[in-house]
């Protein structure tokens, strides 16, 4: 199928030379990178690395809200 779309100039003198390189014409390059996008193997991500919760005894300070930042801020700064 013969389709028309616009590239940036760099990109497309890029794929130039990249099909020229590779000895294959503009179309084959575009049409496997394209299958290559829809494969989404060039879309993987590397897997995250896992959270590592640190937890601690306590709890919230008496009379803390944490619903009122101004009042939660306020009892934080009080001196101790």
Known sequence: MKT???LPDDLFVAAKKRAADERVSLRDLV??????QLAGRSRKKPPRPAIRWVTVEGGLPERMDVADR?????LLRRPR
């Open 4 to 6: 028309t779309f616009d």
């Open 70 to 74: 101004n009042a939660m801020h306020d």
């Open 31 to 36: 049409a496997r990178g394209l299958r290559t």
